[in-house]
């Protein structure tokens, strides 16, 4: 997995902006990752830990928003969690569903001082 | 006083970024350009090796291996006919990002070549979410590894411009049930361009050539 690369772009990104905030701390960061974005929450924890250690980061929380997959049938519009390994509709039973949601991946916003 | 700051920025911006970079680079030098990926052993290397060959005295083909060790793959593409084969050592990274392929662009004369085919590490996830800035995404599916992968790997099978099916020499041999497979591909990745071929007995391999060849000369 590619957590250690991810977990830099989030830090890039949040003192970036703290910096144009003119922050002297950030507390949180809050990130909005979808089901279908293969990042492990604990993994960018730990790299955080590293990572931030000697910037206006350290000991930041970070918060994970964490959105469902959905599909929708583009047959009856129902929209629906795919279940592990059939993608047809479980209303109608349409082969023809569309993704979503569950593509997120992006860090939202930040708390600073 | 605690102020919260909206940002809303996609976590890979900066490869994102660096992938337009490359991508402005390779259109100045006029060069068509794939980013081939899949699983391990589903056949990156041996379509390239028998592409190349189907390619000769008609494009100028430059080749960056991606691979977590070794120069096994570009050995092997700079046999097989490349001009020029690129080894890019992740050391430990399970996919190219943009800031691999800038440094392999670095070392090529881009204007001396028509095709530049880009092998990725053998991975069906995280390649996906790190665009290098080439002009077509290309995954290669193969026969042993079972229908069921569009299902396993959704995120892949969105986001490429063209499959290739390898290995369908295989199919009286084992299990995989292409109505299944083809339909998770649909719902993913609708009227995505299928070449289903074989690397070995080279069934197939013309059609899949002959779209290089039209995209190339389509720059």
Redesign the interface.
Known sequence: ??EL??TQ??L???LR??TQ?S?KKI?SIN?VIGE???IVDDSVQFYWDLLADDTIAKGAQLCFERIAGE?TCTNCQHAFHPK????ACPNCGS?????TKGDE????????? | MTIRVPIVENILNANDHLAEQNRGRIDSAGVFSINIMASPGAGKTSLIEQTLPRLKDKLRVAVVDGDIATSIDADRAANAGAQAAIQVNTGGDCHLDAVMLRGALEQLDLTQFDLLIVENVGNLVCPASFKLGTHKSILIASIPEGDDKPYKYPGMYRGVDALVINKIDLLPYVPFKMDYFKHGVEVLNPGVLTFPLSAKTGEGMDAWVDWLIGQVKAM
């Open positions: 997995m590619h690369a991810v772009s989030i890039d990104i949040a902006h703290a905030a922050a507390t990130i279908f974005a293969s599909m592990d390994i059939d993608f082969q023809f569903v569309q993704i991946f992006r860090v939202d916003s930040i708390d600073v001082e």
